[in-house]
């Protein structure tokens, strides 16, 4: 306690019995209060008998004290308020643009799924018609070769008629001569 020259600041208030208390609940001696209510000055203390006048001073420093404490508290309490205000804006922002790059990022990676369906539908479409189109030139193909086929197999009984006819012609010729 003594002359430390302590920088803590104290706000004291008068109670109803008009004793100064600590606002912190701590209460001052009378001697204490004595010295409070005298202000300092370099030739000593004043004297006792002008003490009203500065107990009035003293209440009214006090209540301006208190009123300046009070005023500092709440305005604190508003700024906490304000900044709690702030970051609760802030999130919600900050909240809003999530869900609209997320909407965004779903809705592209609908529109790319789409155009993907799209594209398998389009190239599957392509090649059934790819399909059916070596199906009608395989059946061609194949109509192409039964006629070969036919022919062939017509003009082999055409030269297996000819050549039968020949050599029975052949063989009576052979037999005629040498009976």
Known sequence: MGGSGST??????????ENITVVKGVRLSD????RMKEP???GGRQQRGSGAVNDEELKKRIAE??????ARRDSEAQKRRLEHTYVRDDLGKLLERERISSNEHLTRAILRERAATEEERQKAQ??????EEKERELKKHDAYY????ARLEERSAQFY????EQYQK????VSARFK
């Open 8 to 17: 803590r600041r104290v706000t004291f208030e008068a109670d109803e019995n």
């Open 31 to 34: 001697s204490v209060i004595d």
């Open 40 to 42: 300092s000055s370099p």
């Open 65 to 70: 004290e208190l009123a300046l404490e009070r």
């Open 126 to 131: 392509r090649l059934a018609r790819q399909v």
């Open 146 to 149: 039964k006629e070969q086929l």
């Open 161 to 164: 008629k000819v050549t039968t």
């Open 170 to 173: 052949a063989a009576d010729e």
